[in-house]
């Protein structure tokens, strides 16, 4: 996890000198099958990235998300709630901009990937033993439960409305659509009561294709700042 960390913060470190000059902005993520989640600032640092040409761009940036709940896909059974949270994750996005300038304002149409990783994840015990039991009809059910971080991945797309109020101060409204995944390598047991039964039993299983669905939609208000 140490390692991961450095190499983070490597990639990242030009990022914090570049974007100082280029705006902050205040991001807001709406996790499919989730919970609400913040910023752990609550700041992020976005718009980082140079011109090809007036109208064409290349864009990055980071945002340190504390994640209060998100779902899992590739179960069994089809889940509907955040089964991991809370955990911090920082998702650095790299996107293609065109920009249609309108004299006071402009219009940004943004798409690309981004990646992710996550710290101090942890299992939603209580909404996995609801729905685990809910899926094998057990009357009572108890998990035991351990996943793992791993790096994630994904694509975005989105727009950006900004309102210049000089040539060196503007606001920005964005929006985006983010969908990635990470695996989870989730595996563990259970121990519960079948329905109709009177023995407790035990089950050791594996979950390979389990992922942390990182989908979702993401808003933000900025400030930007031109040098």
Do not use: C
């Amino acid at each position: 996890m140490k390692k991961n960390l450095i190499i983070l913060v490597l990639i990242l470190s030009p990022l914090f000198i570049k974007a100082q000059s280029m705006g902050l902005s205040f991001s807001y993520f709406f996790p499919k099958n989730g919970y609400f989640s913040v910023p752990v600032t609550p700041l992020s640092l976005r718009g980082v990235g140079f011109d090809i040409t007036p109208f064409l761009a290349i864009e990055s940036g980071f945002t340190l998300y504390r994640i209060s709940g998100m779902g899992v896909k590739g179960l069994p059974w089809e889940s509907k709630k955040p089964l991991i949270g809370p955990f911090f994750s920082l998702m650095v996005p790299l996107e293609l901009v065109i920009t249609l300038d309108f004299g006071g304002s402009a219009l940004k149409l943004k798409g690309g990937g981004f990646a992710f990783y996550d710290f101090s994840t942890k299992i939603n015990e209580g909404n996995l033993d609801r729905e685990l039991r809910d899926h094998l009809g057990w009357e009572v059910l108890n998990t035991d439960f351990t996943v793992k971080n791993n790096f994630g991945y994904g694509y975005h797309f989105g727009g950006e409305f900004i309102i210049y109020f000089s040539k060196k101060f503007g606001i920005s409204l964005e929006a985006y659509y983010l969908s990635g995944s990470s695996p989870l390598d989730m595996k563990g047991a259970y121990a519960g009561i079948p329905t109709n039964g009177d023995l407790l039993v035990n089950e050791q299983v594996e979950f390979k294709n389990a992922e942390l669905d990182f989908t979702g939609y993401e808003l933000s208000l900025g400030i930007l700042f031109t040098p």
